[in-house]
């Protein structure tokens, strides 16, 4: 049941998917945690689809599952693709395997240790109070109410991860719209949607030319002049890497800040113990991420070599998606899945990945939702949704789990 030759159809793509998502992996998962699926769109297109905790982990670590979609090509194809003009984009990180994977995350991983997130973190609570002034005075001058996700979580995310690229604020809202755009268009299964892409490209095209001419204190700046010793990227690998720390590196925290406040806001006793003792910020940062998190399914993994997981054969040549979002709640890794709870016993969950492509920016992410939140807490003490939650969408893309709007009365 549910193998290469009976494929399941979900349709992962449908506007109200993630409104029915957790039902979709349930099914999905008792029947067997790794599956192989396929679109109603897309027959005869299918892949392994794994909703189970255990084979999840399995499959992040498997160096027999590539990242690069052009892995099985053999030296001989890709000289022949090149001698044929196919353009090749340079890989990200996200997208290639040891040992270039390997070369471009060390080239950029210094700014998002540990200590650089810890000297950030001042900087990002002047820009939660700044920003929740503004959005103060505008529910103020308003009626009363403001949209918490495009007034707060977006801006703010996209404000520190300005501050850490050193793109200038006059692109806020243009970046702020095409993230909104490409995580409802773009999606593991799909690809990036190519005018979007050429939009991004334009920003990181800018940003490069424009640190290389005026450089400051700032990851582009130094990715842009490598000290002697270290590595340079070529332009084209300089580009590709900014363009996934813009992809990656705001939208999935807006939509975490925005979905743990309404998760604390629809269990309200739940918003009053962590507005009593904000040192409940980090334990629910884990369990919004476990409950909702931002990255609903991971990049598309291709098999070079057969492998087992679960009881399931996977040939070479298979395409293979894991669920975090369906992992987080298998009942069989977690007690009582679908209950939203901060107080829980930490519990390991998925919601940055796992093996060598875990998110490079988890430490960054952990941060930034802990103080959005600490700081909301503190200055809305009694804040409520401004309409009832039952009415509130999540937007559709299987990818990315995000809420169209958040709004809500000071
Ligand atoms: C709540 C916010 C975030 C979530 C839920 C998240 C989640 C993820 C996940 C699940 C992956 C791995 C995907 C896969 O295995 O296919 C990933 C990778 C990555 N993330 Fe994040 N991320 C977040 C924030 C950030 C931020 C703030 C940055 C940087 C500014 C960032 C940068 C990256 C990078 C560079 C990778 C690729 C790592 C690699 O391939 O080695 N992420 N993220």
């Not at 009942?331 to 969950?349: G, N, S, Y």
Request: glycine share 6%; net charge negative; aromatic share 6%.
């Amino acid at each position: 049941m549910l193998d290469k030759s009976r494929p399941i159809v979900v349709d992962l793509l449908a506007d109200d998917f993630h409104e029915r998502a957790h039902t979709i992996y349930d099914e999905l998962r008792a029947q067997s945690p790794v599956a192989f699926a396929e679109l109603p769109e897309q027959p005869g297109r299918g892949f392994w689809m794994i909703t189970g905790y255990t084979a999840s982990v399995a499959a992040l670590r498997d160096n027999r599952l590539a990242n690069n979609p052009r892995a099985l090509l053999s030296p001989e194809q890709l000289a022949a693709r090149a001698r044929a003009r196919i353009p090749e984009p340079p890989n990200t990180m996200l997208l290639s395997d040891p040992p270039e994977h390997t070369r471009l995350r060390r080239a950029a991983q210094q700014a998002f240790t540990p200590r650089s997130v810890t000297a950030l973190r001042p900087t990002v609570i002047r820009h939660a109070e700044r920003l929740l002034d503004a959005a103060e005075k505008a529910a103020r001058n308003g009626d009363g109410t403001v949209d918490l996700l495009h007034t707060y979580a977006y801006p703010l995310s996209l404000t520190v991860l300005g501050e850490i690229l050193g793109f200038p604020e006059a692109w806020h809202p243009g970046l702020h719209d095409l993230a909104v755009r490409a995580a409802t268009a773009s999606t593991p299964l799909s690809g990036p949607d190519p005018a979007l892409r050429e939009l991004l490209e334009g920003y990181t095209r800018d940003l490069l030319l424009l640190k290389k001419e005026s450089p400051g204190d700032d990851l582009v700046s130094r990715l842009a002049h490598p000290e002697s010793g270290r590595d340079a990227l070529s332009d084209a690998e300089l580009m590709a890497m900014i363009g996934l720390l813009v992809a990656a590196g705001f939208e999935t925290s807006a939509s975490l800040i925005a979905g743990a406040t309404l998760a604390l806001l629809t269990h309200p006793a739940q918003w009053a113990a962590l507005r009593d003792d904000p040192e409940l910020a980090a334990p629910t940062v884990e369990e919004t991420m476990r409950y909702w998190g931002p990255v609903e399914s991971a990049t598309m993994r291709l098999a070079v070599e057969p492998l087992v997981l679960g009881d399931r054969h996977i040939e070479r040549g298979d395409r293979v998606l894991v669920f975090p979002a369906a992992a987080n709640r298998d009942p069989a890794h977690i007690t009582d899945p679908h209950r939203f709870d901060i107080h829980r016993e930490p519990q390991p969950h998925l919601g940055f990945s796992g093996g060598i492509h875990n998110c490079m920016g988890a430490a960054l992410a952990r941060t930034e939702v802990a103080v959005a939140l600490t700081t909301l807490t503190a200055r809305w003490p009694e804040l409520r949704t401004a309409v009832d939650p039952a009415e509130l969408r999540w937007r559709p893309g299987m990818g990315l789990r995000g809420l169209r709007r958040l709004p809500v009365r000071p």
